[in-house]
Nanobody, 131 residues
Framework: QVRLVESGGGSVQAGGSLRLSCATS????????MGWFRQAPGKEREGIAT???????NYADSVKGRFTISADNDKNILYLQLNSLETEDTAMYYC?????????????????????????RGQGTQVTVSS
């Protein structure tokens, strides 16, 4: 059974940092594209970061240079480091996974915009950034 559980969200002032974690079960990282997307109230979902089994990462322009996605393949945990947070980053953050053969991951995992359509997702963790 696949399960993704996010944690690490909270309230922080602009300029601060948070580290989100996504504990997974039933997910083989070497057979899945992994990623994060977010959704702010009244806004559409925004895919923000992906990582494939080879460790290649991709980011949305809105977070590039500030957020870092990483994975601990031994512990099956996905991370998202959020630095230089802005009030516009306030949203519910979700981790997501999609099973993709390794030879297709370079192409399929390259677009963060697709993460909100991945087959598996967690319940989300709230990030609130105040000015």
């Amino acid at each position: 059974q696949v399960r993704l559980v996010e944690s690490g969200g909270g309230s922080v002032q602009a300029g601060g940092s948070l580290r989100l974690s996504c504990a997974t079960s039933g997910i083989a990282f070497n057979l899945h594209c992994m990623g994060w997307f977010r959704q702010a109230p009244g806004k559409e979902r925004e895919g923000i970061a992906t990582i494939n089994s080879g460790g290649a990462t991709n980011y949305a322009d809105s977070v590039k240079g500030r957020f870092t996605i990483s994975a601990d393949n031994d512990k099956n945990i996905l991370y998202l480091q959020l630095n230089s947070l802005e009030t516009e980053d306030t949203a519910m953050y979700y981790c997501a996974a999609d099973r993709v053969p390794a030879h297709l991951q370079n192409e399929y995992c390259s677009s963060p915009q697709g993460t909100s359509e991945y087959n598996y997702r967690g319940q989300g963790t709230q990030v609130t950034v105040s000015s």
